[in-house]
């Protein structure tokens, strides 16, 4: 399986439960590649947690730390990357995902909830109603979302060496044919 992407990095990216940590790790062992998350990078190299960045230096460092690691990430090869859920949001963060394949698990708000409710590791999801915060968030990044390359669609619950495997199954669908000599 390790040729199929020939070495060329795959980004997955989605919503905060999604499971790309989860599945990102399955993936990177199916292709023979390493496995990295953003924001475990991130916390690792600041020796702080993603809820201790937000509050003491905000999103928008946070956010910095992200197109970093991303940066320094796209100069390797062989790498299956979990992203952080907001990493869409930075235009310029779009110009390192193209260096992979970039493949969106598209999971509907109220999976994502019933997988989340009780984490609190996402500040972005420790405030009153955080279903309806989870709504808001998915419809203003559905756009952006969905300039991945593939769209892997979970409308009910799935085991992640499911959701693994339709994903290396969907990928030769947007690999580029060939040439033979
Ligand atoms: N396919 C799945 N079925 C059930 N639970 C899942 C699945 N994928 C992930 N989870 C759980 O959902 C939570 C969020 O998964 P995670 O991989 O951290 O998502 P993300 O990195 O996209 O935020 C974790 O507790 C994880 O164990
Ligand atoms: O969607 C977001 O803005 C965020 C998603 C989180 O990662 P996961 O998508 O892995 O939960 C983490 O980067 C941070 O809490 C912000
Ligand atoms: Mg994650």
Redesign the pocket.
């Known amino acids: 399986m390790s040729s199929l992407l020939q070495g060329v990095n795959l980004y ?1 990216i ?11 790790q399955l993936l990177a062992e199916h292709l023979g590649y390493r496995f990295l ?1 953003t924001d475990d990078v991130i916390t690792k190299s600041s020796a702080r947690s993603i809820n201790q960045l937000f509050v003491e230096e905000g999103e928008a460092a946070f956010r910095q730390l992200e197109s970093d690691v991303l940066a320094q990430v796209c100069a390797y090869t062989h790498l299956t990357v ?1 992203t952080g ?1 907001g990493i869409v949001l930075r235009q310029k963060n779009w110009g390192y995902l193209r260096h992979g394949l970039v493949v969106w ?1 598209d999971v509907p708000v109220d999976l994502l909830y019933t ?2 409710a009780a ?1 609190t590791t ?1 500040p972005l999801l420790q405030y009153p109603d955080p279903k309806g915060k989870l709504r808001s968030l998915l419809e203003e990044r559905t756009p952006l979302y969905s300039q991945a390359d593939l769209k892997i669609t979970l409308t009910e ?4 060496p499911e ?1 693994a495997n339709r994903v290396i199954e969907a990928i030769p669908s947007v690999l580029k044919p060939q040439v033979s000599p």
């Open positions: 997955l989605g919503m905060m439960g999604a499971g790309k940590t989860t599945v990102g998350d979990a859920g698990l997988r989340i984490d996402r619950e799935a085991t992640p959701i």
